[in-house]
């Protein structure tokens, strides 16, 4: 186990890669904002990527870290996460991609029955795609032993699952109907993969 890390270090890190970004942006969520995440800055090294989910396992309750079987991610921000994760855990390790708006397991990946699955993200806001993973799960007889994320944005859960993210990073976020640097003119950038393959 690599030696551990303090929040401010774990901020530090995510400054430095350039994974924090300030300007105007559509969440994957549909809000906006004035800071965006860009967690795939981060994950263009794999050694920090690494680095941060060997300290996420660290934090995780024993009971929990004990209990996971299997590690589960949605694509497309969650798969190089999840992967450290599982590697920082010696578990296996599925992604869920979406099929015509649906997510679902495809490349012959399954949830064996009574799997207890940790599923992972890289940035949660309102959790709405963890929570489609964790539907998926338990559709399949695994049961969900916890969530964790690289970063908590802090607008709210649509999972029921027990949380754990490496750090809270709440930013201010707004319905577009809501945001005012909508209506001061400027256009927000669409940085999050969902929105970016439609």
Known sequence: MAERLSDEQIVDILEETGAVRHGHFVLTSGRHSDTYVQCARLMESPTLTVQLAEEAAARLPEEVRDAVTLVASPAVGGITFGFAMGYALGRDFI???????????RRSFEVPQGAKVLVCEDV??????????CDLVEAAGGEVVGV???????????????????????????????????????????????????
């Open 95 to 105: 992604f869920s991609e979406r099929v015509e708006g649906a997510m679902t397991f």
């Open 124 to 133: 949660v806001t309102t959790g709405g795609s963890v929570k489609e993973v």
């Open 148 to 198: 964790v994320s690289l970063i908590d944005r802090g607008s709210g859960r649509a999972f029921d699952a027990p949380f754990y993210p490496l750090l809270s990073f709440p930013v201010a976020s707004w319905a577009p109907e809501e945001c005012q640097l909508c209506k001061n003119g400027g256009a927000p950038e669409s940085l999050g993969s969902r929105r970016i393959a439609r």
